[in-house]
């Protein structure tokens, strides 16, 4: 069977076939239409989080994960110190790659299965005046929990701390003003919400805050600001950029576009999120999170609690059927993890549902009801 499978995953996802086909063209990186790509996809990026007046965005080379890392490095001077709210594998990693930097950090954990708390934050920055900055993960992807980002941005503006946001898995769905939700650094990624392909992120940047950041980072491939100077002044990426990623960001946002805009993203992805956890609840299965601070990008089920269920032949039955699933990323708990973003519909949460409830049958597992 050569149809692609469905990917229920937080990246790289499933694409629309205009995607696909904007990337069957070679562009010249100094070449003045590749120019013109990438200045147009700066400023409907800018659209989305109306960014246009404080703000300036920096896209890099590579996976989500190398804009986070470049921009802590950029960001944040080398004495400075980072609070990584904690409440997940992305919190962990965001602390992990500003050690590595050799920024100062101090990581609070929270419970994954809660959001980070606002009030622990305020008594964490009343009691420590030498942080300054913090790193928040907006939608937290190894759970698919929501934090508090309006809340955790005001008060790091009360008390004048720098705010740098992962914004990887929501950016492009839940809403993010940056006229109303004050931010030095945001960070998101082609394959995400915008359904574009994986290669290249992009950071939202303060401009007052950047103009003042020329010699922060430690590496050269990694720093915004020289990134940032170099294309305002030629319009061209510093390194090879990846071309065909970018003219497929670029169809991805028109589509965008064509559909709403960001509400219309969210809009079906809250469809798709409840037409799964609806038809998974229909065949048993429990979700890790309370239903009040799930965001509708990824859902976490527990795994069912019948002897027979066993993670890697699920994952293979329902790949047999079309569906790509995601393995879990909690220590304490069996899990696993079913994205709902992507050029996905209802239609296909249905059949993935459908799959999984075939997939049972064939694992002999009556219920994918979780022990008690
Ligand atoms: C996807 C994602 C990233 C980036 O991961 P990569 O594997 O580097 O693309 C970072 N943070 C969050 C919250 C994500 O969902």
């Not at 696909?20 to 013109?36: E, R, T």
């Not at 960001?249 to 798709?272: C, H, K, M, T, W």
């Not at 019948?306 to 890697?312: D, G, I, L, R, V």
């Amino acid at each position: 069977m050569d149809r692609d499978h469905i990917l229920l995953t937080p990246g790289p996802l499933t694409t629309s076939l205009r995607t696909k086909l904007a990337m069957l063209k070679d562009w010249g990186s100094w070449d003045a239409d590749f120019i013109a790509q990438t200045a147009r996809v700066r400023r409907a990026l800018l659209d989305i989080v109306d960014g246009h007046d404080t703000h300036t965005v920096v896209p890099l080379q590579g996976s989500g994960t190398f804009s986070v890392e470049a921009a802590v490095a950029t960001v944040v001077p080398r004495d400075g110190h980072v609070l990584v709210l904690d409440n997940g594998a992305y919190c962990k990693r965001a602390a992990r790659l500003t050690q590595l930097m050799g920024r100062r950090a101090t990581v609070v954990p929270y419970a994954e299965e809660q959001p980070v708390s606002p009030a622990g934050l305020e008594a964490q920055l009343n009691a420590d005046a030498s942080i300054t900055h913090v790193v928040l993960i907006h939608c937290e992807t190894g759970t698919g929990v929501l934090n508090p980002l309006a809340e955790v941005a005001a008060l790091c503006d009360r008390h004048g701390k720098g705010l740098i946001i992962d914004a990887m898995s929501s950016f492009g769905a839940l809403p993010i003003d940056a006229r109303a939700t004050r931010f030095d650094a945001l960070v998101a990624a082609s394959g995400k919400c915008l359904e574009g392909v994986p290669g290249m992120g992009f950071v939202f940047l303060r401009k007052a805050v950047l103009e003042g950041c020329a010699g922060n980072s430690q590496s050269l491939a990694m720093d915004l600001h020289d990134q940032w100077v170099y294309m305002e002044k030629t319009g061209q990426w510093r390194f090879t950029p990846p071309t065909h990623v970018l003219v497929a960001l670029a169809s991805a946002i028109d589509q965008f576009v064509e559909e709403g805009g960001r509400p219309a993203r969210l809009a079906r992805y809250e469809d798709n999120c409840r037409t799964l956890v609806d038809g998974m609840a229909r065949l048993g299965f429990k979700p890790f999170l309370r239903p009040e601070i799930q965001a509708p990008i990824i859902v976490t089920f527990h795994a069912p609690a019948h002897p027979a269920y066993e993670f890697k032949r699920f994952y293979d039955a329902a790949k047999a059927r079309g569906f790509i699933l995601y393995p879990g990323k909690l220590t304490q708990v069996e899990t696993f993890r079913v994205g709902c973003i992507g050029a996905i519909g209802r239609n296909e949460m249905n059949q993935a549902v459908n799959a999984v409830a075939d997939t049972l049958r064939e694992m002999g597992i009556p219920s994918g009801a979780p022990a008690p």
